[in-house]
C-alpha cells in the first residue's frame, strides 16, 4: 500500500517497502551504538569521547528513521552533508573517518577490545551517510511523476540502497597499501587510549618516536629490515619481554584483516640487538642505555609492537597511498616523478650543508633527525633546471623530485642550492640515504651527481 501523494504537489510518499527500509536502517544504527557498550561493557565509555559530536549524530538520525514516513528534502540534503563529513574527514569532534575501515581491520589486534569498540561505530557512520543519501534520492525521485506511479518504487529503492552501501563498503577496501620509509604509528599503552601513560616513577621507560624507526627493502635478498631505537630513560632497567607484529593478510580482495606474529621469544633468530643484554627470554637495557633493535623479515610489517612489562610501544610502517602523496623538499606537490635516468657526470658535485648560508665549513654528511639540511650544487651549466631527490640504501625513493618546484641555474660558478629537507617537522628516520641530483630537460630527469649521508637519532 503506498503514502497517499500531497494534493496537488505532485511529489509522492515513501511506499511500504521504503518505510519497512527506514526503519530497519534505524533499527541496525541504533544497536550499532549500543554494540560497543553490550560486548565490552562500561570500558567502552572513554572510547565514546573520540567520537563526540558523531554519536549524538548518529543516535538522531536512528530517531529519525524510525519516526519520519513523510519526505524533508532540506533536511534529508543537510543530514547527507553531516554524513559526508563522518564518512570522508577527520574532525576532532568526530573523530576517525569512517573511510579508515580498511585502516581498523588491518591494525586490528583480534585478542584486544579494539575491534569490538571502533568497528560499530565505524560502520554506524557509514550508515548514517547511506541512509542520508537513500532518503535524498527518494525525495529527489518524488518529483518525478514517473517515479510515483510506477508499480515498483518498493524494489527500486532497495536496489538504490544496496548500491549506496557496496559502494560506502567497498570504497575503504580497495585503498592502496604503501610500506613507507618511514613510521607511521607512534608508542601507546597495553589497554589505554591513544598517547603514552606514565608508569610509577612518572615517565615511560623507553622513549620511542617517530625518528627513532625506520625500514628499509633488499631487493636483492628479498628481506625488509625494520629498525628500531629506544632509549631507557628510568634509572632502573627496563626489559623488553615481547616483540609482537601485525602482517598483511594474504592477497584477495575479502581478506582485510591483519595476522597477528609473535617474534619474540625467543629472542634471538632473525632479531639483531645492540645496547642491550639479550637472553633467551627478554632484553635488559641499562639505565640511559639506547637499544638499537634490528629485525629482519621476508614479508612487510604492517606494525612492530615492543612489549615491556608495563608498557606496549606500537610503530606503524604503512600508510594509504592516497593520503601520503610524493612530497618535496619545499612541501609541495608537483606531480607524479618523471623517469629518471643515471648519466654521472664527474664535473658535477653534489655538498650537503647544516645550516644557513651555505659554506664550506657547514658542509657535512651526518645530522640529526629533524636538523635541516640544505643541498648544493656545482658544476651545472647557467640556465639548467634543476633538483634534488632522496633515496634509501635499497634504492627506494625517500622524498621524491618534486617537478612543481624545480630551480634554474643562475650563475654555473661556485655552488648553488635549492630545498630544505630533514626539517623539525618532517625528520628523516636514523639510518643511510643518498642525495641525489637530478636535472631535468624536455620534462626527463637525469640523476647526475649524489652525496651519501647518514641520519642518527638526535639530539
Known sequence: ?????????????????????????????????????????????????VFLLSLP?????GIYLLKSKGRHLVLDAFLALLGALMYFYFIPLIGIPAVMLKGFLLAADWSEMFPMAFLPLTASKILVFGAAV???????????????????????????????????????FLRPVVFSGSPQGTATTIGSGPGPSPVPGGSMPFSISFEDA????????????????????????????????????????????????????????????TGGNETSEKIIVKPGSTLTIRIFSKDPLLSISLVEKRTRYDIGFWSFADEYPPTSPAGGQGGPEPEIVEALDPSVKVFLAGAVPPTPETFKTNFAAGEPIYPQEQGLAKGIKYGFRIVGTAGEVIVSLDLGHLEEVRGGAGAEGYGT???????????????????????????????NFSVYSGP
Open 1 to 49: 500500500m503506498e503514502v497517499k501523494t500531497k494534493a496537488g504537489s505532485g511529489i509522492g510518499g515513501p511506499s511500504k517497502i521504503e518505510i519497512y527500509i527506514r526503519k530497519v536502517l534505524g533499527i541496525l544504527l541504533i544497536l550499532l551504538i549500543l554494540a560497543p557498550l553490550v560486548f565490552i561493557g562500561l570500558s567502552a565509555l572513554p572510547i565514546f569521547g
Open 57 to 61: 549524530i548518529a543516535i538522531a538520525t
Open 134 to 172: 537513500f532518503l535524498l534520492i527518494g525525495d529527489i525521485l518524488a518529483r518525478s511523476r514517473a517515479f510515483v506511479r510506477s508499480s515498483r518504487r518498493g524494489p527500486i529503492s532497495a536496489v538504490i540502497l544496496l548500491s549506496i552501501f557496496v559502494v560506502l563498503f567497498g570504497a575503504p
Open 214 to 273: 625506520s625500514v628499509s627493502f633488499d631487493s636483492e635478498d628479498d628481506l625488509w629490515t625494520y629498525q628500531i631505537a629506544a632509549r631507557n630513560q628510568l634509572s632502573e632497567d627496563a626489559e623488553i619481554v615481547e616483540i609482537v607484529a601485525l602482517k598483511p593478510p594474504s592477497e584477495g580482495l575479502f581478506n582485510i584483516v591483519s595476522e597477528k606474529r609473535r617474534l619474540a621469544p625467543p629472542f634471538g633468530e632473525g632479531i639483531e640487538v
Open 421 to 451: 629537507f630533514n626539517p623539525e617537522e618532517l625528520p628523516l628516520p636514523p639510518g643511510s640515504y643518498r642525495m641525489e641530483l637530478i636535472k631535468v630537460e624536455d620534462g626527463k630527469g637525469i640523476m647526475v651527481a649524489y652525496e
